[in-house]
């Protein structure tokens, strides 16, 4: 049975996840920033599933306290099979532009906090020759856009860094998967306009524990964002950059 | 939240709310004080008609406030918050022995709107109300305070929340305790009777049965009452057959809206017949999955767009019994005099076990609950004129199924109103709590 920790893990795509992995079993390990959110997300798991869950808190944008939160999910189970990062914050664009502590502050937890948390964890899983690591990136990674570039940078960011990192870790037998979300009805997107193009967080688990169980390399979710984005980015700048997006 | 319909069971009640806030966090729930308007809980919206509805106002949506915080499967005492489903809820527990005091007639309801509606079943007889098996519950009130709620602890307001249609604030959890079963089945009778008199004969059978319900033909019969089947039960050990099928969540629905009712007399009629005359035997036994027992019309998604456009009206009674019958046979008779097509009506006598709330809808005697397609003023005129035979015969009508009662209906059923109206949390409000006080 895997053993997985999960890392921002109070987020409702990470709960959903959490709840497929543990209804098969599987031996958890959550880490979030509030304690309290914590214990009713591990609680709900340990009575839903009888699973065994263990948790920490962890703010990822504190970087100095990766190594150690890493390492206590390890000799938790003796080991990790996966590691899902699915932290994140979707920052308010028009503030990122006013405000050069708030785009940075973005940068911080999106990016930064997430590449240095996956260098300790590719460290651990290079040694143990085995594993996955899964990142929750985002379809606005795919291309920068006047209305979201801020959050779409830092998941681009992020886009080639697990393109690296995949190539590296690939020979040590380390699957690295990147996750690709289109829109989600999630507290993170309470406050969108909904439409049609909206998943439940339920479906997107789901697809998420089927892509980490496959050992997929990239995956959109649901399906249909992954031509959507081909055409979008197909269309050439001089053109796009005229779009109001 | 996406998809999301904030519209009530019977969809005759208009009352789109001004603003939508979800509720996801019992540890962070939203500072209730700053949010504009009224504010009414909302889960899966299957009250049918407006007692779920704060047209204008603010609706807490709690279906992502839907963990399970304990259960010790020794005891049998469940601890959960208000937005988990009663369906949620027996899939859990059900392999472990356990099973729900009391369930409606359909398993997607939140554990909040179970309290809040003070909710009975086929085993009213046996168990009383939901309310009676909620050991505590924690309830935030619009001014931010947190208050724990029991019989022996804030016993008034706990008294007032339970069948408090939502208004004294937010159920965040509850702790409720649960009825030890011998298995996942339920070993079943299935009676014809032919009239009134025959269906009381049969209600003798709750001295041994713990569930008993009647489903009557609205259209056929002999007498006022109408001919129908008595459905009698009890848990029993043994798997029994899976349920046919499962409906995904209670989001389902019907892919299209019919733009006309499907639920039509002539077809009514035909299916009605089918199914009393399809039971050749005056009497079956057998032992089934408790899923059909239970919930028969879960398993037909959104069953309530079957009527059209038009929609539906549900008419739940209650009126004392005493030796002739009287009050029941007055309401039948009405219904059969006005000649408003009543397709579908469930009988059921409730026992004397007093319920807990303020505003609780079961007390003894027998309770009808009747759909009709809804036809406008014939049919409100129906309804009003049925109002004043119950209230007559000292009953009540069932906030839970209303769209339409008047205040001056509202407060005969219900003398204790003033009493629960001063624990009504002064930024809470509902479509019906307006229309009712006036208020």
């Known amino acids: ?245 | 939240m996406a998809g999301r319909e904030y519209r009530s069971w019977g969809h005759t009640a208009a009352g789109a709310p001004a603003a939508v806030v979800p509720v996801v966090w019992r540890s962070d729930p939203p500072a209730l004080a700053g949010l504009s308007g009224t504010l009414l809980p909302f889960a899966y919206g299957r009250s049918y008609g407006d007692s779920c509805l704060n047209a204008g106002g603010t609706l807490l949506d709690v279906t992502p406030l839907n963990r399970f915080m304990a259960f010790d499967d020794h005891t049998g005492v469940l601890q959960c918050e208000a937005g988990v489903t009663l369906a949620e809820i027996l899939e859990l527990v059900v392999p472990r022995g356990w099973f729900l005091p009391v369930v409606p007639g359909t398993k997607w309801v939140s554990l909040g709107g179970a309290i809040a509606n003070d909710i009975h079943g086929k085993n009213h007889h046996r168990a009383g109300t939901f309310g009676a098996h909620v050991t505590r519950f924690e309830l935030l009130r619009s001014s931010g305070e947190r208050v724990c709620c029991s019989p022996a602890e804030n016993a008034p307001l706990f008294r007032a929340t339970i069948g408090g249609l939502g208004l004294t604030g937010l159920i965040l959890w509850a702790e409720i305790r649960l009825a030890r079963i011998p298995g996942p089945a339920i070993a079943m009778d299935r009676i014809r009777f032919g009239g009134l008199d025959e269906f009381f004969q049969l209600c003798a059978s709750d001295r041994d049965f713990e569930y008993t319900v009647a489903w009557l033909d609205g259209l056929g019969g002999r007498d006022a009452l109408g001919r129908g089947i008595f459905m009698r039960g009890n848990h029993a050990a043994g798997a029994g057959p899976r349920p046919p099928t499962k409906a995904a969540s209670p989001d389902a629905r019907l892919p299209l809206d019919p733009p006309f009712a499907l639920v039509r007399r002539p077809a009514m009629s035909a299916f009605n017949a089918v199914y009393y005359r399809g039971q050749l035997k005056p009497r079956i036994s057998r032992t089934v999955a408790y899923e059909p027992f239970f919930f028969p019309l879960d398993a037909i998604p959104g069953w309530n767009r079957l009527y059209g456009p038009g929609g539906l009206v549900q008419y739940q009674c209650v009126v004392p019994d005493d030796v002739g019958h009287r009050p029941i046979r007055d309401v039948r008779a009405e219904v059969r005099r006005s000649r408003e097509a009543c397709y579908l009506a469930v009988l059921k006598v409730f026992g004397a076990a007093p319920s807990p709330g303020l505003l609780s809808f079961p007390r003894p005697g027998v309770t009808l609950a009747m759909d009709f397609a809804y036809r406008g003023e014939r049919t409100l005129r129906l309804l009003d004129r049925l109002d004043a035979v119950v209230a007559a015969a000292g009953g009540a009508v069932y906030p839970a199924k209303d769209a339409r009662m008047s205040g001056a209906s509202f407060r005969r059923f219900f003398p204790r109103w003033e009493s629960f109206a001063g624990h009504v949390d002064p930024k809470f409000s509902s479509s019906f709590w307006r229309r009712v006080t006036g208020g």
């Open chain 1, 1 to 245: 049975m895997p053993r997985v920790l999960i890392v921002g893990a109070t987020s409702a795509i990470a709960i959903e996840v959490a709840k497929a992995f543990a209804a098969r079993g599987a031996r958890l390990f959550l880490s979030g920033r509030d304690p309290l959110k914590l214990s009713a997300v591990a609680d709900d798991l340990r009575v839903r599933y009888a699973a065994q869950v263990e948790s920490a808190v962890l703010d990822v944008s504190d970087v100095a306290r990766h190594e150690d939160l890493v390492g206590r999910a390890l000799r938790c189970w003796g080991g990790l099979d996966v590691v899902l990062v699915a932290h994140g914050i979707l920052p308010d664009q028009a503030r990122c532009e006013a405000s050069v502590a708030e785009t940075l502050r973005a940068l911080e937890i999106n990016f930064i906090g997430t590449a240095a948390l996956l260098t300790v964890v590719a460290a651990a899983f290079e040694r143990q020759r085995s594993g996955c690591i899964a990142v929750i990136t985002s379809v606005a990674g795919d291309r920068g856009r006047g209305s979201n570039y801020v959050y779409g940078a830092a998941k681009g960011g992020l886009h080639v860094f697990l393109q690296g990192l995949r190539n590296r870790l690939h020979a040590a037998g380390v699957t690295v998967l990147e996750i690709k979300p289109g829109f989600v009805d999630t507290p993170m997107t309470a406050h969108v306009p909904k439409g049609g193009l909206f998943a439940s967080p339920h479906r997107v688990g789901r697809a998420i524990h089927r892509a980490i169980t496959r050992r997929r390399d990239v995956v959109y979710v649901p399906w249909f964002w992954r031509p959507l984005m081909l055409g979008i980015r197909l269309v050439p700048e001089r053109v796009f950059k005229r779009l109001k997006l």
